[in-house]
């Protein structure tokens, strides 16, 4: 059933991509998992302004350098993300020709059709799904680290999003360098991945996509000072003081000015 929701509504947008979300559900490209994630993620989204503060700018930054640098940039996508985000995704790794991988915590091949379907109706050039040579990350226990052996198991950056923890540790285990999209500085995917984007994935890849079209005709030296002087822990320690500062100010006035 679609619902009409009107655009008068203070919260339109929020609604609308929970819409998107439910649609995907229904179509067999979201588990009902994603959408308890999704929750999840609108919770610290809220609490954070629904805005990419200066901290996720900086990490995309250093993320987009990195893909640049690297000799074989993933992105990996799941259901939420796909759903979310497919057209941005797409242009993210045509910008910086990284290859898109379907790479699903709840693995079922039929989902990975679908989602690859979705991406490639996006317009989707590189992507690896159904047909690849399939391969094991160790230390996932199967069938969730089944990855392609073109794909993620040989390549050097892997860019994932909305992601569980296990997955950045196993593919920092196999010497991954691993940028994430979280919107929870808590999580273990934020706390172990090399770049930790804590913004929402769709401005989060919008971002990417401009700093991408900025970046990629820079010397390779400029790209490499991009990526040294970034500093994770400082991020995630100005990501965390963002929350303090927004709850200690919601707190001492009983509001805050810039409600979403
Ligand atoms: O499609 P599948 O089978 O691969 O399954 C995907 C899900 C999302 C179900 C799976 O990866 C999962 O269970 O993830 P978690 O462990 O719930 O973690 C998701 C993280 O992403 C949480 O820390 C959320 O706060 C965060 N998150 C949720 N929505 C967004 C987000 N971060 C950025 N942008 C969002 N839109």
Known sequence: MEWHIPRSHPRYYSIII???LVKAFHEGIVVPQGLIAHGRGEAFDYILGET???FALEAERAAVALILLAKKPIISVNGNYASLASHEIVELSLETNAIIEVN???RTEDRIA???DLLRKAGAKNILGVNCEKTLI????SPRGIVCK????SADVVLVAIEDGDRTQALKRIKKKVIAIDLNPFSRTAQSADITIVDEAIRATKNMVKIARELKGLDRRLLEQIVN???NRRILMDAFKTI???LEEASSKGFILEAP
């Open 18 to 20: 929970r819409e998107r």
């Open 52 to 54: 990419s503060h200066e």
């Open 104 to 106: 699903l915590f709840y």
């Open 114 to 116: 679908k989602i690859e």
């Open 138 to 141: 160790p230390g996932l226990e």
């Open 150 to 153: 073109d794909g993620i198991y």
């Open 229 to 231: 002087s970034y500093d």
């Open 244 to 246: 303090r500062a927004r």
